[in-house]
T-cell receptor
């Protein structure tokens, strides 16, 4: 267990639907990063939150949104889902850069 | 442009031999961090090693070492004495202090042959 918790582990939904992915960072970590990994591809940076505030934005679609709550857990909302949104979605957190960023086990989203 | 490039989509190495996975980066930041991650077929992301831009010595962690050449903007991962369990996808990543972004390369798939 890495200490970063992502739920659910698997999600199957239909096109046009909306889903919410949840991430709880390691205890004490203030930052949360979200990534999308499509099949056999690299990790695409979506968005970063730090202590409740959005701090960096990557190639996140307008159909996607995220937030970080006062208890530091974060949610990634994906709406109007398309087949191409099928991917593994990771979140990561960090306390000190030199210790690396700890990743959750990911949520595998399948859009049918 | 801020970018990480891994030019080797796939590599083979014989068990017990050393292997070098290439990574070049592009950033105008003076302060940044470089990371390597391993992703086995099970999918989890495992942190291997970190190098700060101001670190003068190359980082080492067990069988992993990072060959940091700042002038060339390269951060190659060296795995010594390869093991069958090293077969996985390897990603190079960079964190930039100016933008707070952590970006990844496209990865190198390593297969260790017995």
């Amino acid at each position: 267990d890495s200490g970063v918790t992502q739920t659910p582990k698997h999600l199957i939904t239909a096109t046009g639907q909306r889903v919410t992915l949840r991430c709880s960072p390691r205890s004490g970590d203030l930052s949360v990063y979200w990534y999308q990994q499509s099949l056999d591809q690299g990790l695409q940076f979506l968005i970063q939150y730090y202590n409740g505030e959005e701090r960096a934005k990557g190639n996140i679609l307008e159909r996607f949104s995220a937030q970080q709550f006062p208890d530091l857990h974060s949610e990634l909302n994906l709406s109007s889902l398309e087949l191409g949104d099928s991917a593994l979605y990771f979140c990561a957190s960090s306390t000190r850069q030199g210790d690396g960023y700890t990743f959750g086990s990911g949520t595998r989203l399948t859009v049918v | 442009a801020q970018k990480i490039t891994q030019t080797q989509p796939g590599m083979f190495v014989q068990e017990k031999e050393a292997v070098t996975l290439d990574c070049t980066y592009d950033t105008s930041d003076q302060s940044y961090g470089l990371f390597w991650y391993k992703q086995p077929s099970s999918g989890e992301m495992i942190f291997l090693i970190y190098q700060g831009s101001y670190d003068e010595q190359n980082a080492t962690e067990g069988r992993y070492s990072l060959n940091f050449q700042k002038a060339r903007k390269s951060a190659n991962l060296v795995i010594s004495a390869s093991q069958l369990g090293d077969s996985a996808m390897y990603f190079c990543a960079m964190y930039m202090d100016s933008s707070y972004k952590l970006i990844f390369g496209s990865g190198t798939r390593l297969l260790v042959r017995p």
